[in-house]
């Protein structure tokens, strides 16, 4: 069950995030770096960051979600523990975040940014039933250029 991310479990989290690159690929080019607890927790104005947990009260999984107009919500800093990657983790956080938007009254659209060498979240959210917008964003990472596309579904 999705439980709110306190800047108590965020620590936990950041030990999952082990440079500027790993931040950026789950957060975004505007993250902070180095990343707090406060940091990760405040986030982006309006977004809520949620947190999942396995059987045995470990956490694995964090995400967030926040409104981005009267229509449309946003899913943003999906992030699994290296350590339990591959196990489903990731697609149960985007379910749980998906069963969230519905509960925000007037949502019936749902966007996200996604880098587009990361095949792994491509893949997710692909089989989720996000497809491109044709919005495309670059930034330039240690002296690269990332490619971010936005991908949208219906709720
Ligand atoms: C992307 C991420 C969240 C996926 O989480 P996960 O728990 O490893 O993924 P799951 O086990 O739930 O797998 C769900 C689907 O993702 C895809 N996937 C997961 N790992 C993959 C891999 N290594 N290669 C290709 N596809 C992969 C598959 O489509 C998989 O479905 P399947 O199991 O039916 O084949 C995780 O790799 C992660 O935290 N990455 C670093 C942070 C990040 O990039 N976040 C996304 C920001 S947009």
């Given at each position: 069950m999705l439980e709110p991310l306190t800047v108590h479990t965020a620590a936990e989290v950041l030990?999952?995030?082990?440079s500027r690159r790993d931040a950026v690929q789950f957060a975004?080019?505007?993250?902070?770096?180095?990343?707090t607890p406060e940091l990760l927790v405040a986030g982006t104005s309006g977004h809520v960051p949620h947190a999942l947990r396995d059987v045995d009260g470990r956490l694995v999984a964090t995400g967030s979600l926040r409104r981005t107009g009267e229509r449309v919500g946003r899913i943003g800093?999906?992030?699994?523990d290296p350590a339990a990657r591959g196990r489903g983790w990731g697609r149960r956080m985007m379910l749980a975040l998906l069963d969230r938007a519905r509960d925000?009254?007037?949502?019936?659209v749902v966007e996200l940014g996604v880098y587009t060498f990361n095949t792994a979240a491509v893949a997710l959210y692909t089989d989720l039933g996000f497809r491109p917008t044709g919005a495309e964003r670059s930034t330039v990472v240690a002296g690269e250029v990332w490619i971010s596309l936005e991908l949208r579904r219906p709720l």
């Open positions: 030990a999952w995030v082990s975004g080019p505007d993250v902070a770096w180095p990343l800093r999906v992030l699994v925000l009254p007037g949502i019936d």
